[in-house]
């Protein structure tokens, strides 16, 4: 949470803090059902808290975000930020985050404002965050809303069958912990 209030104030840090939270609590969940170890769970809550730390600097008014970059690149900006904070493992996490991630196709064909390398989870921490943020947005009325599988689904639907394959691997291996407290 500090350093979180470092780089955000006000309806920002409010909002950062709740999505990252209950994106936490879920990323949890799933490594508590996929036996992970307690390190293992202590950075993936410490990472999934800070994923989003990139919103900071890009511009989306509705969550209290002023900066000059478009949202799409909140995941570099933020890894920009965690590696001058020397926390270079956290920062892949937040390049890594989006969507279900994106490859270097994604970037060409969808002529995204990023650098022209793939930005895939890579780790099974990382999947796992990826997968826990799939499930909230950061709506200010919406926040700890969790979204069903089914409406995740739709939504990847329009990124590609092979963005729904990814998705549908990871409902195999990490969907059991949806169960786990709702």
Request: charged share 25%.
């Amino acid at each position: 949470m500090a350093m979180l209030g470092r780089y955000f104030e006000g309806a920002g840090l409010e909002i950062v803090a709740t999505h990252g939270r209950v994106v936490a609590e879920l990323a949890l969940a799933v490594g508590h059902v996929a036996s992970l170890s307690p390190e293992e769970c202590t950075f993936i809550q410490e990472a999934a808290m800070l994923h989003d730390i990139g919103v900071c600097r890009v511009s989306a008014p509705g969550i209290g975000a002023l900066g000059p970059h478009p949202y799409i690149m909140h995941g570099i900006l933020g890894r920009e930020i965690l590696e001058r904070e020397g926390l270079s493992q956290h920062a892949l996490v937040c390049e890594r985050h989006i969507g279900v991630g994106l490859t270097i196709k994604d970037i060409a064909d969808q002529k995204l404002p990023l650098p022209p390398r793939d930005m895939v989870p890579r780790t099974t921490a990382e999947e796992i965050i990826c997968f826990a943020d799939l499930f909230f947005s950061k709506k200010p009325d919406r926040l700890s809303h969790r979204a069903p599988p089914e409406r995740v689904r739709e939504k990847l639907s329009g990124f590609g069958k092979d963005k729904l394959q990814i998705f549908d691997a990871w409902m195999e291996r990490f969907g059991a912990a949806l169960q786990v407290g709702g």
